[in-house]
């Protein structure tokens, strides 16, 4: 299959009954193609079989035929439904033999949890098929397996996100690198991350800013609930002229993007967010009625969240709206929860009750029941307070319960990332 000629491709083969039950999602593969293609090694082929030794070797054949690397994950444990091993084994025709080295990790692994003798079925873990060669596993028990067959590089995985990661990191981005050394053409790749603006419109007005085309970089666009991603990519050239033909279309573009464009290392607004926060010295409180503690979770999910965030009030109730954070029984009775002086009343007083400076409020009608004909389901009025001012928003969000709040807590962090950037940088607001 291997040619001395043509840039390598890689197949991909997952293995488990969950991933095809939908009990798990296959983030595996999404994060090997990303990897491999950026290696340049693109994937162009991918299987996802159940834990059925025949079905993994006729995935794994079939990959051969296309493939110049081929990397099977899940199935290496100790357990029954752990195939692969010995379905790929089986198929080339290769034994299994016990390793010293991965027996004695496993047994002093063993003796650090207080027992004395590793069970027999943890010592299927140590067989190696003959001649693979073995990739340490710096997270777990399972070694990644590296075996050569009619003329590609197959690689067994484990199947837990952490471990593979871990051996891709280490030694088999080390292994794909020199065994396709002087074929690799990377694929350059600038992601662009925008929200707030519908997928159509967004493509639009960027076909009507680009009626030419993108010339040699493809660009597509990724949506999902939070926003659309722009992602441009280049092959067949170096970094530095795909980073000018990036720069040219970000640039063309560049007032077509501005109101919706954001920027994070990890793609996560939360982050774009945090950042601006910790730049400026302030301290975020956070009140979500609809959202029910989103906000306040993606943004504890960050590394140093106690920096930035001074705590947060599921005021789901009104009796908490009123006892909790002192959103008079007035703007309640007159204007309703959902509203735009509830919604700047809850922004305004969790940031003094908590000694914050700046506020987010967030009231809505999430469903898929409790909507009316004045505020139908995924009505939505969030609010940013901050420097004794309060900005408002009110939106309809489509989509069922889940896109409803996904997209309000999205919207709700925009908003302030902007209140931030319009305020500039240095300077800690004043809390009370």
Known sequence: MSSVGRSPRAALVTVGDELLLGQTVDTNAAWLGRELGTL???VVRRHTVGDISSEIQAAVADALTVADLVVVTGGLGPTPDDLTRDAVAELFGLPLLDDAEVLESLRARVRERGAAELPEPNRRVAQVPAGAL???????????????????????????????????????RRLALERFSGRLS?????????????????AQRVAERLPEGTGPVRLAFLPDLRGVDLRFQATDMTAADAEGLFDALVGTLEDVLAPWRFDAPSGDLAEAVSLALRSRGMRLAVAESCTGGLITKRLTDLPGASDILAGGVVAYANKVKMGVLGVGEEELGRHGAVSKAVAAAMAREVARVL????????????????????KPVGTVWYAVAADGRVETRCERFPGDREAVRERAAQAALFLLLRALEARGEGGAGVRG
């Open 134 to 172: 073995k990739l340490t596993n710096p997270f777990g028990t399972a070694p990644g397996l590296a075996m050569e067959r009619d003329g590609a590089l197959v690689v067994l995985l484990p199947g837990v996100p952490r471990e593979l990661k871990g051996i891709y990191a280490g030694d088999l």
């Open 186 to 202: 990377p694929v350059h790749v600038r992601v662009v991350r925008t929200t707030g603006i519908p997928e159509s419109v967004l």
């Open 355 to 374: 000694g914050a400076d700046a506020g987010i409020g967030v009231t809505g009608v999430a469903g898929p029941e409790g909507g009316t004909p004045e």
């Open 40 to 42: 340049g090694i693109p």
